[in-house]
């Protein structure tokens, strides 16, 4: 990747940026969509989390709870590690792109995820 030209790497992330969006976008429609089907099913005053269990139970049955947790547990975890890199990178290159700088705050920052996880 350091061989890349900085058009290369703008069309890369650019490119990864659209595969997000639509992503997110097949995600969220989809839940629209089977919150519209469903719209009787459940009582007006069900939390969220109820919400999501009850629309995956009964549309793909009681293993949907196994696949459900993994997809929560990546998505906190990708946000997480988007989260200590982007705070170590800062810190890198705010003390004169420090290699040291970079490891102790994503250090730092994983233990104090742990402890407050």
Same mark, same amino acid.
């Given at each position: 990747?350091?061989?890349?030209?900085?058009?290369?790497?703008?069309?890369?992330?650019?490119?990864?940026?659209?595969?997000?969006?639509?992503?997110?976008?097949?995600?969220?429609?989809?839940?629209?969509?089977?919150?519209?089907?469903?719209?009787?099913?459940?009582?007006?005053?069900?939390? !969220?989390?109820?919400?999501?269990?009850?629309?995956?139970?009964?549309?793909?049955?009681?293993?949907?709870?196994?696949?459900?947790?993994?997809?929560?547990?990546?998505?906190?975890?990708?946000?997480?590690?988007?989260?200590?890199?982007?705070?170590?990178?800062?810190?890198?290159?705010?003390?004169?792109?420090?290699?040291?700088?970079?490891? !102790?705050?994503?250090?730092?920052?994983?233990?104090?995820?742990?402890?407050?996880?």
């Amino acid at each position: 990747m350091k061989d890349a030209s900085y058009e290369d790497k703008k069309a890369m992330i650019r490119q990864a940026g659209w595969l997000a969006g639509l992503g997110l976008f097949l995600i969220y429609a989809g839940l629209i969509v089977a919150g519209a089907l469903m719209h009787g099913e459940f009582e007006r005053d069900i939390s !969220r989390t109820a919400l999501l269990n009850g629309i995956s139970i009964r549309t793909l049955g009681n293993t949907t709870n196994l696949f459900l947790s993994i997809l929560v547990g990546f998505a906190c975890f990708t946000t997480a590690v988007g989260i200590i890199t982007g705070t170590a990178d800062f810190m890198k290159y705010t003390f004169s792109n420090s290699q040291k700088a970079y490891t !102790r705050t994503a250090i730092i920052g994983c233990v104090l995820g742990v402890v407050m996880g």
